[in-house]
């Protein structure tokens, strides 16, 4: 199942903690102080995404469901 990965930069707070959880899908972005989910993000184990984003302190994470993808 492919999940697409997104950070509302407006909540992040970049407390790191996604990136100690998944370190694959994500990434500090140190100039603007925020995570960014990688270029493989939607490739991650499903659970680690999940886990990271229960375990975001500001709920910046949004996992989606990508049923638009092709086979
Ligand atoms: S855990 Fe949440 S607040 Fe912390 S860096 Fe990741 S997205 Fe930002």
Redesign the pocket.
């Known amino acids: 199942m492919a999940v697409r990965v997104t950070?509302d930069p407006e909540?992040?707070?970049?407390?790191?903690?996604?990136?100690r959880v998944a370190p694959g899908a994500?990434h500090l972005d140190e100039a603007a102080g925020?995570?960014r989910p990688t270029a493989t993000a939607s490739s991650e184990d499903a659970e680690r995404l999940v886990r990271?984003a229960m375990?975001?302190?500001?709920q910046?994470?949004r996992l989606e469901r990508d049923d638009a993808v092709t086979r």
Do not use: E, H, R, Y
């Not at 909540?11 to 990136?19: E, F, K, M, N, V």
């Not at 375990?55 to 500001?58: A, D, I, M, Q, S």
């Open positions: 950070i909540l992040c707070i970049g407390s790191g903690d996604c990136i994500f925020v995570s990271a375990g975001c302190p500001t910046a994470i």
